[in-house]
């Protein structure tokens, strides 16, 4: 499809104020326009979560699937995704097999509507979003050693011993494992293991 009839979608996402989204949307628009795009829709977050907080996110990814427009124009590549590297990887894969480009304004070398362009940035990005993946799997198991160095327990915490000490009660009275467990709000595995001490 040829520039000039490619019609597209404009997201901002902002963290901040509604001035901001408005400073992010001229330039955007005047961008878009100097492409030869028609802009079609425009869809706005004011959002500091992730991408479950973002009700014109979620939209547009409903309308990619229903090919409302051929090319998301970004401010920046970060405005797509808070969730790291992967999951930006992981949205531009997506739509890139609907067939919709993302173009980011500050970024011209990210121009996924050119194939040459998408094949080197997917490769470099997805590389980036590996090593990343790799570096937050360093630090699980480096924060996992040291906290069983300190001797620390991983895992659930146990049951307060209060309602260790109320189980053993009721079960002396005569109460069930079910009937104590559903009394204290407790699995009856709990109830049936702390039984076995009596």
Same mark, same amino acid.
């Not at 997805?126 to 040291?146: H, Q």
């Given at each position: ?34 492409r ?8 706005r ?11 014109a996110?979620?939209?547009? *990814?409903k309308? =990619?699937? %229903?090919?409302v ?7 920046? +590549?970060? #405005?797509?995704? !808070?969730? $790291? ?23 011209p ?16 990005v997805?590389? *980036?979003?590996? =090593?990343? %993946? ?9 924060? +996992?050693? #040291?906290v069983? !160095?300190? $001797?620390?327990k ?19 009275k ?5 009937q ?9 595995s ?5 039984r076995?001490?009596?």
């Open positions: 499809m040829k520039n000039g009839l490619m019609k597209a979608a404009l997201y901002l996402r902002v963290s901040t104020d509604k001035q901001e989204l408005e400073n992010q949307l001229e330039p955007l628009k005047k961008f878009a326009k100097g030869g795009l028609k802009i079609v829709q425009v869809y977050d004011m959002a500091t979560g992730k991408n479950s907080d973002r009700p996110l979620n939209k547009m *990814l309308d =990619a699937h %229903r090919h427009f051929d090319v998301i124009v970004v401010w920046a +590549l970060d #405005r797509l995704s !808070r969730e $790291g590297m992967s999951r930006t990887v992981q949205l531009i894969e997506m739509l890139e097999r609907m067939g919709i480009g993302v173009i980011s304004y500050s970024e070398y990210l121009d996924t509507t050119n194939e040459l362009a998408r094949n080197i940035l997917l490769a470099v997805s590389t *980036l979003a590996k =090593a990343e %993946r790799e570096r937050i799997s360093e630090r699980t198991r480096a924060g +996992l050693a #040291r069983k !160095r300190s $001797g620390k991983l895992g659930r915490p146990e049951i307060a011993s209060k309602k260790r000490t109320q189980a053993v009660k009721l079960l002396k005569g109460y069930s494992i079910r104590a467990a559903h009394k204290l709000d407790v699995s009856r709990s109830v049936f293991n702390w076995k001490g009596l």
